[in-house]
C-alpha cells in the first residue's frame, strides 16, 4: 500500500492532477482520520452505539419515578437535578431543543422535578421558572401525558384529565377505532397508562412541595361545559362527539360503573406481558418504561420480583453518570448506528475488512424472525425486519430494516447463503409494509386515520404513522442498491408518492430528521438510485432550493423551529450533518462541480477536529413539535458519507448500487 494513501487509495497529488489543490490533500486527510475515529468506536461485540440525547423533561421523569416509588436515590436524583438546572434557558424555562423557546410541559415537569429534588420555591432558578410557566398558560395548558403525571402526586385532578379506561383493549382490531389504529409508540405508552388510570394511584410528595404556584387564577377545575375545550368545534362533528364521549366515560369512571373493568385488566396487563418479552423494556424508549414499571407497581407486582427488577434496570440503563449530573437517553440505537456505520465504512475498508464483518455478523445476529404488531394489519407477510435498539421484538421498523439493508449490500461474509437469506427476507418484508398511497411509514401500515387526532389525550402530537418521504427515499435507494429500477411496480409507486408529496419549492418535509433539508436529501437519494433521470424538472427544482439554503460560511442548517413554521425551512445555523445532508441530496442529482458543493466541502474540511466534527444542535426528530433528538454520531457518520461521496464521485459505478451478488432483482425471490 502507498505510505501516501492508506486504505483511501487517492493520493493528493492524484487529486491536484484533477484540479482541485485547494482542498485536496485535506480531503486525504481528513477522511482517513474520520474513518479511524469510527473504528475507535466500535464495540468488540461488533456494534456501534452513540448517544442520543434530548430535552431535560427526561430527568425530571426520572425524579417522578424515583420518587412514585417511594425510595428515591437521594445522590442520583441531586445528579438529575444537577443536570436539569444546566439546561435551563437564560429566560427561566425549558426548552425541547437547544436554541428553541420555552415550552410548557417541559418547563412544568423540570420545576417539578427540582421541587421533588429538594430545591426551594424561592430558589431564583424556580422563580424565574414559574414566571415562564404562568405566561405559557400554566399547569392547564401543558398536554394530557403531562397533568396525568402530575395527578401521581396529587398536584392535578384525576377526574380532570381525558378519561383512558382500559375497556379500550376490549376493542377488536376490525373495529374502525382500536389500540392499532395509533402508532405504535403511542400504544406502548397509552396501554399501560389505561392500567395506571384505572387504579388512579396517588403518592404523597415531599412536604412542601406543592405546584400551585403555577395554577392560573380559576384554573385546575374541569369545566363540564365542552366550549371551554371546544370553543371552534361546530355543535354536531366528530370532534364534539368524541370529546362528549370522553366527558361521558370520565363521568362514569367517577360513579365506578366499570363492568367490564376486571376482563379489561386483565387484557391490558396480558398485552403489557407479551410485549416485554423480547424487549429492553416496553417499545425500549423511555416513556413506556416508566408508564409500564408504574402499571406493573399497580397491578401488585412485587417490586424486588425479576419482572420488575428487570424491566427498571433497562431503564436506569438509559441513564449516563457524568461528572455531577446524570442525564437520560430516550432509548438506544444500537442497529441504527451499525447500520449507518458499516454502509459508510465499507467503500473505504473493503466488503470483507474483519471490523466490517464483525458489523455485519451482529447485524445478522438481531434479525427479528417472530411477527410484531405489524402483523394486525399486514397478516399475510412474513416477518424479517430489524428494530432500532438492541431488542425489540415487537416492533421491527422499515426505515432501520432498509438501512440494515444498505449495509448488508457493501459487506461481504463467509457464508454467503445465510447472507442472502436474511437480505431477501428482510426486503420480503419491507416491501409488504408499503402503504396503500405508495410510500412506507416507520412501524405499521397504513396507520393514517387522522380522526384518532382528535381524541382528547392527542395532544402530544403522535397518534399516527404516516407515509413519510425520508423512510420512503431509503426504501428506494435499498431498492437500486439490490438492483432494481424504476420500473419495479413498488418503486413506481414510491416515485409518484414522492412527487405528490414534494413542496411547491422543490424540497420534502422531514419526518425523522430536521427537517426539509433531510427529507430532500433521501428523497433525492432515492430517486437517483432507482435510477429515476435526476434532469426531470422536479430533482433539478429541489437542487435549487438546496443551493438557495446555503449560508455565507458554506455550510447549511435548519433549526427545529421550521417544524412550527415552514417559512423557516431550510434556515439556520450551519451544523456538520445538515451541510453533509445537503451535499448528498446535490450529488444525487449529479452536482459536483458547483460552486455551492465546493464551499459546502470546503466547510467540512475546516472544522474536522481530531478526526471528528462537532454539531451543538439537535438535528434528529422523535416527534415534529414535541420532541427532539441529538444522535451524538450524526455529525461523524454523514460528513465521512458526503467526503466519501465526493471522492470518488468519478468512479465508474453508482455510490448507490451493492456488491453484485446481493442483486435481488431477477432472482426469483418474493416481492
Not at 22 to 29: A, K
Not at 512 to 531: D, E, H, P
Not at 617 to 626: D, L, N, Q, S
Not at 638 to 662: C, D, H, I, V
Amino acid at each position: 500500500m502507498n505510505p501516501d494513501t492508506g486504505p483511501l487509495g487517492l493520493t493528493a497529488a492524484r487529486l491536484e492532477r484533477r484540479g482541485e489543490a485547494s482542498h485536496s490533500g485535506d480531503l486525504v486527510v481528513r477522511l482517513q482520520q474520520g474513518v479511524d475515529s469510527l473504528l475507535r468506536l466500535q464495540a468488540p461485540e461488533g456494534y456501534w452505539v452513540g448517544e442520543l440525547e434530548a430535552d431535560s423533561s427526561l430527568e425530571a421523569d426520572a425524579i417522578f419515578l424515583d420518587h412514585y416509588l417511594g425510595t428515591p436515590d437521594s445522590e442520583r436524583v441531586r445528579k438529575l437535578a444537577n443536570c436539569i438546572r444546566e439546561q435551563q434557558t437564560a429566560t427561566g424555562g425549558w426548552s425541547l431543543y437547544p436554541g428553541g423557546p420555552p415550552n410548557i410541559n417541559a418547563t412544568i415537569k423540570c420545576y417539578f422535578g427540582l421541587r421533588l429534588a429538594g430545591v426551594p420555591e424561592s430558589d431564583p432558578a424556580l422563580l424565574q421558572a414559574q414566571h415562564v410557566a404562568l405566561q405559557l398558560g400554566g399547569i392547564e395548558a401543558a398536554n394530557s401525558f403531562v397533568r396525568m403525571s402530575l395527578c401521581l402526586f396529587g398536584q392535578y385532578d384525576w377526574k380532570s384529565v381525558p378519561a383512558l379506561p382500559p375497556e379500550l383493549m376490549l376493542l377488536p382490531s376490525f373495529a374502525y377505532i382500536n389500540i392499532y389504529e395509533v402508532s405504535s409508540w403511542s400504544r406502548t405508552i397509552l396501554v399501560p397508562l389505561s392500567i395506571i388510570y384505572a387504579f388512579q394511584p396517588r403518592r404523597k410528595p415531599p412536604a412542601g412541595v406543592s405546584l400551585r404556584p403555577l395554577l392560573l387564577p380559576g384554573s385546575g377545575r374541569r369545566s363540564t361545559r365542552f366550549t371551554r375545550f371546544l370553543p371552534d368545534a361546530p355543535l354536531y362533528s366528530w370532534k364534539t362527539l368524541i370529546h362528549a364521549a370522553d366527558r361521558t366515560l370520565s363521568v362514569l369512571e367517577q360513579k365506578r360503573w366499570t363492568p367490564l373493568r376486571k376482563r379489561a385488566l386483565q387484557r391490558a396487563e396480558q398485552w403489557l406481558l407479551e410485549h416485554l418479552e423480547g424487549s429492553d423494556g416496553l417499545g425500549a424508549i423511555f416513556p413506556a418504561m416508566m408508564n409500564s414499571l408504574i402499571a406493573l407497581d399497580c397491578l401488585g407486582y412485587d417490586r424486588q420480583g425479576p419482572l420488575f427488577r428487570r424491566e427498571l434496570n433497562e431503564f436506569w440503563r438509559l441513564a449516563i453518570e457524568e461528572n455531577d449530573t446524570v442525564r437520560m437517553q430516550p432509548c438506544l440505537s444500537p442497529v441504527w448506528d451499525t447500520a449507518l456505520a458499516l454502509f459508510i465504512a465499507a467503500p473505504t475498508l473493503g466488503p470483507e475488512h474483519p471490523d466490517l464483518r464483525r458489523a455485519a455478523e451482529w447485524l445478522l445476529s438481531k434479525q427479528i424472525l417472530r411477527p410484531g404488531d405489524w402483523v394486525v394489519k399486514n397478516p399475510g407477510a412474513r416477518p424479517g425486519g430489524w428494530c432500532f435498539e438492541f431488542a425489540n421484538a415487537p416492533y421491527a421498523d422499515v426505515d432501520d430494516t432498509a438501512m440494515v439493508l444498505l449495509a448488508l449490500s457493501r459487506a461481504r461474509l463467509p457464508e454467503a447463503t445465510r447472507q442472502r437469506l436474511a437480505i431477501s427476507r428482510g426486503l420480503e418484508w419491507v416491501l409488504s409494509m408499503q402503504n396503500s398511497d405508495g410510500g412506507w411509514a416507520s412501524f405499521d401500515k397504513d396507520n393514517n386515520k387522522t380522526l384518532l387526532c382528535e381524541v382528547p389525550y392527542a395532544d402530544h402530537n403522535a397518534m399516527l404513522d404516516p407515509s413519510a418521504a425520508d423512510i420512503t427515499g431509503r426504501v428506494l435507494e435499498t431498492l437500486g442498491a439490490l438492483g432494481y429500477d424504476a420500473q419495479f411496480l413498488p418503486a413506481l409507486r414510491a416515485i409518484q408518492f414522492l412527487r405528490q408529496q414534494q413542496e411547491s419549492d422543490g424540497c420534502w418535509y422531514g419526518r425523522w430528521g430536521v427537517n426539509y433539508i433531510y427529507g430532500t436529501c433521501f428523497a433525492l437519494r432515492g430517486l437517483a438510485s432507482i435510477g429515476v433521470d435526476m434532469r426531470e424538472g422536479f430533482c433539478l427544482r429541489a437542487a435549487e432550493w438546496i443551493r438557495s439554503c446555503q449560508n455565507a460560511d458554506g455550510g447549511w442548517g435548519e433549526s427545529c423551529d421550521s417544524y412550527d413554521n415552514a417559512d423557516l425551512r431550510g434556515m439556520g445555523p450551519s451544523t456538520a450533518a445538515q451541510t453533509a445532508w445537503a451535499l448528498l441530496g446535490l450529488f444525487a442529482t449529479g452536482d459536483f462541480a458547483s460552486e455551492s458543493v465546493t464551499h459546502g466541502i470546503r466547510y467540512l474540511l475546516e472544522r474536522q477536529q481530531n478526526g471528528t466534527w462537532e454539531d451543538q444542535f439537535f438535528t434528529g426528530t422523535g416527534f415534529p413539535r414535541v420532541f427532539y433528538l441529538k444522535y451524538h454520531l450524526y455529525s461523524l457518520y454523514f460528513p465521512l458519507l458526503a467526503l466519501t461521496e465526493y471522492r470518488n464521485r468519478s468512479a465508474l459505478s453508482s455510490p448507490y448500487q451493492g456488491l453484485a451478488e446481493w442483486r435481488m432483482a431477477g432472482r426469483g425471490e418474493k416481492g
